[in-house]
């Protein structure tokens, strides 16, 4: 059975990758992401009966989220993990079923085929694929609210998982997950059920984000205005990418005194604005830019590379890094070395890392200089006095959140030139790798208030709601879209997905998404999203600004 997948931006053709993903998983990886997703609905099944009789299954809960965090785009390109996840997770479905049966639960005649199917070898698992993919939905409108939902529960379930590695649990939110998996099973849902399903995984989004953010402020205090360094030393290093703090704080503990630096790459970049990082002698800074480019930058980085999350472009055979690659959590690649979970109140063990860092060459300089970040809610709010000053006198016009993901598309350079065309008393705030489009073009400041503002990593676009919240409550207004701020957001993966349903659960309205509209979304979808929201597109630069400046 062929593949098919649209659930990121460069889906070929802006249709559906049908022979071998963009991303560059191949068509059996893909059809295995789908099989596990398929077992997730059917843990689902039991996990929320099994719930209605008080039963709540820690290792169920956390196997979902696991398991939806590493189908999201470019986390994990290792075909054995996932026929070893699907093998788990048939047991713990069989676990839970059991719970529910053995509490006076019945199992009725009608259960969906998820909750039912079972296999012992890899052929049967690949027998399957032709019955459970996307297209299995036939009705295009249903098939895109059900999928918008998924990548929607892919996003929280990342910033589900960065929170649960801070010990940050929040059961409503697995609750929500399993419900709205099941939710997409059931052919009796309408257009209308499954619209505020879509909403509902924003509200959840909303409340994911917000424990992330707490997660993450109270273990390593509130980001402050840091200038990072992008140069580098003249000792090995290790360059660490992907999302995840835990490890960040684990990689630094262990690589104290050895002679081995730390640097941070693309979405890790913000750990820069950490208080608690800032400790470190040997945590020199950020090395490179966005994710795309990695094919080029770690070449010249010389040490190994530590991918913690998604973002993983697959190495080309030649690659001299290609066998320095090490994953973790949702993340793997096949042939690198993946390093095991932490157990109870430990550490991962990153040894085998650093040894190979001391064996290596100092990374090769591709840039001088530092950039500005650290703009979360807490900072920002206590700016707040000189910003309102600013729009009050009329030295800050407007504010365009500029969020998101970055992508190797040529249309991209759009947001750059959005950047650099934008009117000097402006304001640009940002978060996710989508700044590195413009977070180092000399746009100077208004009254020693830079204009980008970097709040951090994609999950931080929750700082820029707080922060919109904030001025609304400061200028005394009834509405979010009453403020002078608007919203060009570009996209590519999940996690952007899960932030578009949180702004559109709080009521932001008028969001111009790009550089495509997502593949899944059918005409109709479309249309709602239009007519009740005013989500558009994106166009050129000029006409773009006519429309948010004019």
Known sequence: MSMFCYQCQEAAKNTGCTVRGVCGKSEELSNMQDLLIFVLKGISIYGTKAREF????????????????????????????????????????????????????????????????????????????????????????????????????????????????????????????????????????????????????????????????????????????????????????????????????????????????????????????????????????????????????????????????????????????????????????PGSKHIAERKEEGRKDFSEIIELAKTCQAPIEIEKGEIVGGFAHNQVIQLADKVVDAVKSGAIKKFFVMAGCDGRHKTRNYYTEFAEKLPTDTVILTAGCAKFRYNKLKLGDIGGIPRVLDAGQCNDSYSLVVIALKLKEIFELNDINDLPIEFNIAWYEQKAVIVLLALLYLGVKDIHLGPTLPAFLSPNVAKVLVDNFGIAGISTVDEDMKIMIG
């Not at 960065?162 to 309408?190: G, I, P, R, W």
Request: proline letters at 3%; hydrophobic letters at 35%; glycine letters at 8%.
């Open 54 to 333: 008080g039963i709540e299954n820690k290792k169920a809960n956390k196997f979902v989220f696991d398991g939806l965090f590493m189908t999201i785009t470019n986390a994990n390109f290792d075909d054995e993990r996932f026929i070893e996840a699907v093998r788990e997770g048939l047991k713990i479905r069989e676990e839970l079923k059991e719970a529910f049966v053995k509490a006076g639960g019945t199992i009725t005649s009608d259960i969906h085929e998820a909750a039912t199917w079972t296999a012992d070898t890899v052929e049967e698992f690949e027998a399957k694929n032709g019955s459970i993919g996307v297209l299995v939905t036939e009705n295009e409108d249903i098939r895109s609210l059900r999928e918008l939902t998924i990548y929607g529960l892919k996003g929280l379930a990342a910033y589900t998982e960065h929170a649960y590695n801070l010990k940050y649990e929040d059961s409503e939110l697995y609750a929500f997950m399993q419900k709205a998996l099941v939710a997409t099973t059931d052919e009796d849902l309408s257009v209308d059920e499954l619209v505020a399903l879509v909403l509902e995984t924003g509200k959840y989004g909303v409340d994911g984000m917000a424990l992330l953010d707490k997660a993450n402020t109270s273990t390593y205090g509130n980001p402050e205005i840091t200038k990072v360094n992008i140069g580098v030393s003249d000792k090995p290093g290790i360059l660490i990418s992907g999302h995840d703090l835990r490890d960040m704080e684990d990689l630094l503990i262990q690589t104290e005194g050895t002679g081995v630096d730390v640097y941070t790459h693309s979405e890790m970049l913000p750990a820069n604005y950490y208080p608690a990082f800032k400790k470190y002698a040997h945590f020199i800074g950020n090395y490179g830019n966005a994710w795309w480019q990695q094919k080029e930058e770690f070449e010249t980085f010389n040490g190994p590379i530590l991918f913690t999350t998604n973002c993983i472009v697959p190495p080309p055979k030649d690659a001299k890094y290609a066998d320095k690659v090490f994953t973790t959590g949702a993340s793997g690649y």
